[in-house]
């Protein structure tokens, strides 16, 4: 628990809200960012439909470091983390202002460990092509904190719910990932299809489940969950957003599932709306 010199500092920077709802949002391609399909229609109208948030603070399966950091600039550049796309996507630019107060408000009530203020990365296409539909005008404060690569799943989740007393100071927590993501197993004939391998319609189907009855522990130990879980999670970095934001849910709290399609056979769109 974070200690009340940091509850006063928290407090004093961030005044109280009503409680804020937290998000996995599945972010798919890049391509997302530019494109008009029904993925992004909702996370429009999410964005129409949630209180407006003060600032956003989005954990993103794109910056993956040794331990954990925030961006802490005023003005976060826009980080294009990929290739191969169309000069449109490269030509994008998300403008939203950083939060030095909300990084150092963050740094301080994560006491389970160190956390660096960073003013080098800014925002990767993990946050920004998301929450571009969610905030067109670019007016809501944007930082980012990035997963501890040499850290367990259950210490994420433990980490995470060191990030609770935020929901009350008007900040949105985005997790960004996907919850089925082998880019082996693409099948990039279907890429813009509704489809998915049987393992992965296994994986993700199990996935809800355990969401659904606020089973958590079964998704932390994502290892032990059988083949399927294996060949949809190869890596975990694009997994490990999720956990952030189950880490975050009140007992009983209800949980809206949306978006929940398999495309290109590997990658779930599956997103999450908890509060």
């Known amino acids: 628990m974070p200690d009340l010199q940091s509850l006063n500092a928290l407090h004093k920077s961030l005044p109280h809200t009503e409680k804020m709802p937290v998000l996995f949002l599945g972010h798919g391609s890049p391509m997302n960012a530019i494109e008009e399909n ?17 600032a956003i603070l989005c ?7 040794k331990g954990t950091k925030v961006t802490a600039m005023q ?15 490269f030509d994008v630019q998300y403008p939203a202002p950083g939060s030095p107060e909300l990084a150092a408000a963050t740094k301080k009530i994560i006491t389970q460990t160190e956390v660096e203020l960073d003013h080098h990365w800014g925002l990767d296409h993990g946050a ?3 929450i571009k539909h969610m905030y067109p005008e670019a007016d809501v404060p944007v ?12 210490y994420h989740y433990e980490l995470a719910q060191q990030l609770e007393s935020l929901r009350h100071k008007g900040v949105l927590i985005v997790g960004s990932g996907n919850v089925v993501h082998n880019l082996r197993r693409v099948a990039w004939n279907k890429l813009n299809d509704s489809y998915a391998w049987d393992w992965a319609q296994e994986a993700n189907e199990q996935m809800k489940t355990f969401i659904l009855d606020q089973n958590h522990d079964a998704l932390i130990q994502y ?14 970095e694009h997994y490990l957003p999720l956990l952030y934001i189950l ?3 009140d007992k009983n709290e209800p949980v809206t599932l949306f978006n929940d399609q398999t495309v290109g056979g590997s990658i779930s769109m599956m997103s999450l709306h908890i509060g």
Not at 59 to 65: D, K, L, M, P, V
């Open 59 to 65: 954990i993103s399966a794109h910056w993956e470091t």
């Open 143 to 154: 930082i980012q904190m990035s997963l501890d690569h040499t850290k367990s799943p259950q």
């Open 223 to 236: 290892g032990k969950q059988g083949s399927s879980f294996a060949l949809s999670i190869p890596t975990p």
């Open 128 to 130: 920004w092509s998301v």
């Open 75 to 89: 003005n976060p550049p826009t980080i294009h983390d990929f290739g191969g796309f169309p000069q449109a996507l």
């Open 247 to 249: 880490a975050l849910q």
């Open 38 to 54: 029904e993925f992004v229609w909702q996370f429009r109208k999410l964005g129409k439909e949630l209180t407006k948030p003060k």
